[in-house]
């Protein structure tokens, strides 16, 4: 079955750098669209970036770009988060998350998150 | 990206219905079938229960529902059970490029 297992989280300063993975098995993960969706501790859920299966084409939330860099490592099934620039908003739950669709070209702009890892906690505090 | 527009709590007893709005703008759930649900229990990552505003994923039970009016979508869950308390988001494609999701709304069954 399809697993995704997130990695990398902890406690930085404001200001500082974070790299989060994500290892994923079950499926044919270089087929697939990826995101990386975020939940701040007691608030809702803000989809954060999305990279294509291939890797041509990334996008980004208005809250995270220029900081953030969303990368994928088709030959070992491997998702990744750059967070450069950290600041205390950025304090959340990050989740890895499969797209739907496979093989969706353009912005995806069919199908949904439809498997979700159990996350990592980035926490930015000096 | 401004967020979707849901209440924050709904209730209901045993076995009753509810319906759970979410609104937003002709760039997002006017625009695009691509509006889906998830149910949060606390402390676990969000499942997916509705998807392509009204299709259920193999596995979830035909008590949740979806449907779309114009730019707000609702989900309904019937015959309500102790276990569907949870919190429920919805979200959906906006243009270009992006995703929305709701504030999320806490569903307490009494």
């Known amino acids: 079955q399809v697993q995704l297992v997130e990695s990398g989280g902890g406690v930085v300063q404001p200001g500082r750098s974070l790299r989060l993975s994500c290892g994923a098995s079950?499926?044919?993960?270089?087929?697939?669209?990826m995101h990386w969706v975020r939940q701040a501790p007691g608030k809702g859920l803000e989809w954060v970036a999305l990279i294509l299966y291939d890797g041509s084409i990334e996008y980004y939330a208005d809250s995270v770009k220029g900081r953030f860099t969303i990368s994928r490592d088709n030959s070992r099934n491997t998702l990744y988060l750059q967070m450069n620039s950290l600041r205390g908003e950025d304090t959340a739950m990050y989740y890895c998350?499969?797209?739907?669709?496979?093989?969706?070209?353009?912005?995806?702009?069919?199908?949904?998150?439809?498997?979700w890892g159990q996350g990592t906690l980035a926490t930015v505090s000096s | 990206q401004s967020a979707l527009t849901q209440p924050a709590s709904v209730s209901g007893s045993p076995g009753q219905s509810i319906t759970i709005s979410c609104t937003g703008t002709?760039?997002?759930?006017?625009?695009?079938?691509?509006v889906s649900w998830y149910q949060q229990h606390p402390g676990k990552a969000p499942k997916l229960m509705i998807f392509d505003v009204s299709r259920r994923p193999s596995g979830v039970s035909d008590r949740f529902s979806g449907s779309k009016s114009g730019s707000t979508a609702s989900l309904t869950i019937s015959g309500l059970q102790a276990e569907d308390e949870a919190t429920y988001y919805c979200?959906?494609?906006?243009?270009?490029?992006?995703?929305?999701f709701g504030g999320g709304t806490r569903l307490t069954v009494l």
């Open positions: 002709t760039s997002d759930i006017g625009g695009s079938n691509s």
């Open positions: 998350v499969r797209h739907s669709t496979p093989y969706c070209g353009g912005d995806c702009n069919w199908g949904t998150f439809d498997h």
């Open positions: 979200s959906s494609y906006k243009n270009p490029g992006s995703r929305v």
């Open positions: 079950g499926f044919s993960f270089s087929s697939y669209a």
